[in-house]
């Protein structure tokens, strides 16, 4: 009732507070000048907004050239290294340049274009001596091989990848920068993209001392990166040093080697080069009027001097980058002065309307006030249900214990007085062995005293059986604590505990349990589970003397569950007693000293305790099986049910 009197009073406040005294040009000066503040945020986050989802198209696309171009680029450079030293491998190649014989050109001439079909870069193959001369070259021209004769072969010496090859150890193989091929001292027009590979051929491998060198003609490398261009973005290819090797435009390409300075990144756009030489990695970047995106690649490792970088950089043109931009603020300006128009025409409308809402005010918040009366009302009646609800229940709770104390009482009723009996009857029969001397009377006596006390302990064994189970009930949780088990293990010590059962009867146990099957539970439970459910099969399921199977299977289940089945062949369960089979005092052998409580504590243990189900399917005369669903781990079921 306080919570409500504090409403009422809170809306009684709030009406107080209402700008009664304001004139209404302050209010509406006040309100135009937040339209305003609202209107000019809002157009700068809808600019911003409409600007990435107009460029996105141009960074998806910038992402998939980027993606094609790394891949093309790392398809055909990334295997230079091992398909040099397969060549220098080949068996003929071996032959050939076997130093003690003499060199056998035409193997090299069929091995080189043999090899060199199946790679389409490969525009050279050469064997150069020791000495630098050239004494085997192919050349490839529009795929087809030509052989150089020998006054056309030329020497080398002077060459750098000659020269680096020469001082590489045995089997590491040099690759050249990228650069243009050279013939004659003068750069090869049209210009080709050349990248070399070179191999020493020493003596210590049974090889003529020497280098193999091939040429990897990069055009085709280089148009299919230029295929991605289009109106809207084009990919370029940069070395380390910042110049061109592929451009949108053509004249800019292989500015250090024809001493173009211009031709370089950092003196053309020093911002971006700062960028590209501080992240490895970008995606829409602004800058000089464009959307940039790049990746660098290290892709060609040479030992000692570490890795070549490329640079794979997207760009978008700067005509639809402006034009972008012009069309996004002409829009945001018309939706802004929209915004404002109708701004102001609505807040009219309010000035207008404002006397009219004081009055429906008032009317609203009396029936408020009304509404708060009758909610007070039925609060008080829902507390006073939730209470007689709370006694109904704690009266079903006691009758249903009244009820299992009496049943408990009854069964302990019996064992306990015939044990007094004969407790009584052995004292009365010690009184007379004192009184008598005759051997024949002590002899009986002692019998009959021995006799009683047998009887007696059967009784008191039995009451003590009553009262573990009835303690069980209890349910303590503290009493088995969580833990890792692994089912085999647990399944393994219940049938060294049950074996003696077993030798006593003739009937078989058989487990079928998948290995490494773990749990995180209460191991002590579920062993107690598992063996009342195996001597319940043993008790009830067959007759005295018959054969028969208990079968322990387990299985997992979707959903981090495991299945458990105890089976068996016995004779089944009556279907009369089957509703109430869980039921505390059911049995169907109470003439035979039992109490019907085992079934009802595994029903109890396996919802209360493993947070699982268990159900009994029966045939009767056809034998019985009672399947129980379980979590895995326990931890996960407890926190669902504090949740």
Known sequence: MNTDNSAVAQLQE????????????????????????????????AYHQLLDLYTQPIMTQQSADLNFGAATLSRELGHLRDLTLMIKRSPPVRIALNPYRALDSNLLHREFIRFSQDHALISQVRWIDASGEEQVRINFVSGEAEIVPPDELQNKADRYYF??????????????????????????????????????????????????????????LFNAIRATYSRDSATELINTSGFWLVS??????????????????????????????????????????????????AL?????????????????????????????????????????????????????????QRVLYQRINQEHLKLQTVHHSLVTAHEQQSLLQEELVETRKLSSLGMMVAGVAHELNTPTGGALMVLSSVEGQLKSLKQTHTSSQQQAALTHAEEGMGLAMRNLNQVSRLITSFKRLALDRADDELRHVYLNDLVTDLELTLSPLFRKQPISLTTEIPPDT??????????????????????????????????????????????????????????????????????????????????????????????????????????????LRIPVDCRLSTEQEKD
């Open 518 to 627: 773990h749990l995180y539970t209460h191991p002590g439970i579920i062993s107690q589970i598992l063996q009342n459910l195996i001597e319940n099969a043993l008790t009830h399921a067959f007759a005295p003397g018959q054969k028969g199977c208990i079968q322990l299977s387990a299985k997992p289940l979707p959903g981090a569950k495991l299945e458990l089945a105890v089976t068996d062949n016995g004779r089944g369960i009556d279907p009369d007693l089957r509703k109430s089979l869980f039921d505390p005092f059911v049995t169907s052998g109470r003439g035979r000293g039992h109490t019907g409580l085992g079934l009802h504590l595994v029903h109890q243990w396996v919802h209360r305790l493993l947070h699982g189900s268990i159900e009994v399917q029966s045939e009767f005369g056809r034998g019985s099986c009672f399947i």
């Open 248 to 297: 949108r435009s053509p004249e800019q390409e292989w500015g250090h080697l024809f001493d173009n300075p211009e031709a370089q990144l950092g003196n053309k756009f020093p911002e971006l080069w700062r960028q590209i030489k501080a992240r490895p990695t970008a995606n829409d970047v602004h800058a000089e009027g464009r959307i940039w995106s790049w990746e660098k690649l």
């Open 300 to 356: 060609i490792e040479r030992p000692g001097e570490g890795r070549e970088v490329l640079i794979l950089l997207t760009s978008s043109s700067v005509d639809l980058v402006s034009g972008i931009t012009g069309k996004l603020w002409l829009l945001v300006t018309l939706c802004a002065l929209t915004v404002i128009a109708l701004g102001s025409w609505l807040i009219t409308l309010f000035l207008r309307s404002e006397a009219r």
């Open 14 to 45: 709030q009406e107080h507070r209402l700008p009664q005294g304001q004139s209404p040009r302050r209010l509406a000066t006040g309100l135009t000048i937040l339209l305003t503040l609202l209107v000019t945020s809002g157009s700068y986050f």
């Open 163 to 220: 020269q680096q090859a020469m001082a590489y150890p045995l089997d590491q193989v040099y690759i050249s920068p990228l650069d243009l091929n050279i013939e004659r001292g003068q750069i090869e027009r049209p210009l080709k993209p050349t990248l070399r590979a070179a191999v020493r051929t020493t003596n210590t491998e049974t090889m003529r001392e020497g280098v193999i060198v091939i040429n990897y003609d990069l055009r085709e």
